[in-house]
């Protein structure tokens, strides 16, 4: 009998157990991207966009859509993830992820996706660029790692790498996820704070050399 497992319910230790990834960590961004300067009209919006956001951390918790409405959606326009041949998706639905020797069924669906409509892995399958979780201000960027993994791993199927995002608002973890010969495996960027300047500045830095890719 098929055990059917929502992606939401999993906890990073039932993604490495299930699914065989190894956890990595990576303190240099420069190491994996090409990071650029931003120009002076980027670094006015995402002031703008920071100012904005905090407005409404000062009133209460900050809901998952708000978050991507207010901060997430913003970054990506100024990254250049709304220009063609990237393609931004919205709560879509992952193919169920069938685990033969455990006789699991993996179902879910992810927040924000971002393909790239030139590449293609197969004839029906689009390159992804970015794969993003999303979480309400009130939780750790961390509660939506296992989702993010468990999304990311349908991907590795078709093309080598992908990159993960996990975001309250106001922390960022971007994730480097890799397929492999025996496991895949996934690096954990240093964490961002949104509300300190540098930190803000270099989300944009990243998100434009993902984008870029």
């Not at 407005?55 to 100024?78: D, M, W």
């Not at 399958?125 to 970015?130: A, D, I, M, R």
């Not at 080598?160 to 492999?180: C, E, K, M, P």
């Amino acid at each position: 009998m098929t055990t059917l497992i929502s992606a939401r319910n999993l906890s990073i230790g039932e993604v490495h157990q299930i699914l065989g990834y190894q956890r990595e960590y990576n303190d240099s961004f420069t190491s994996i991207l090409s990071l650029e300067n931003l120009t002076d009209f980027e670094e006015q919006e995402v002031g703008q966009i920071q100012d904005d956001f905090d407005n409404y951390l000062s009133e209460s918790t900050v809901g998952e859509g708000q978050i991507k409405l207010l901060v997430v959606a913003p970054l990506l326009r100024l990254a250049g993830f709304y220009r063609y041949p990237i393609k931004i998706t919205l709560e879509e639905g992952i193919a169920e992820i069938l685990i033969e020797d455990e006789d699991t069924k993996i179902t879910g669906r992810l927040d924000i996706l971002a393909v790239n409509k030139q590449r293609q892995t197969t004839d029906k399958t689009s390159f992804w660029v970015l794969v993003i979780e999303a979480k309400n201000s009130g939780l750790a960027p961390s509660a939506g790692l296992p989702q993010l993994l468990t999304y990311a791993y349908q991907s590795l199927e078709h093309q080598d790498s992908v990159w993960g995002l996990t975001t309250n608002g106001s922390l960022y973890q971007f994730v480097h996820i890799q397929g492999g010969k025996n496991n895949p495996t996934y690096q954990l960027m240093p964490f961002l704070n949104f509300m300190e300047r540098l930190d803000s500045r270099l989300i944009l830095q990243v998100f434009k050399a993902i984008c870029q890719l």
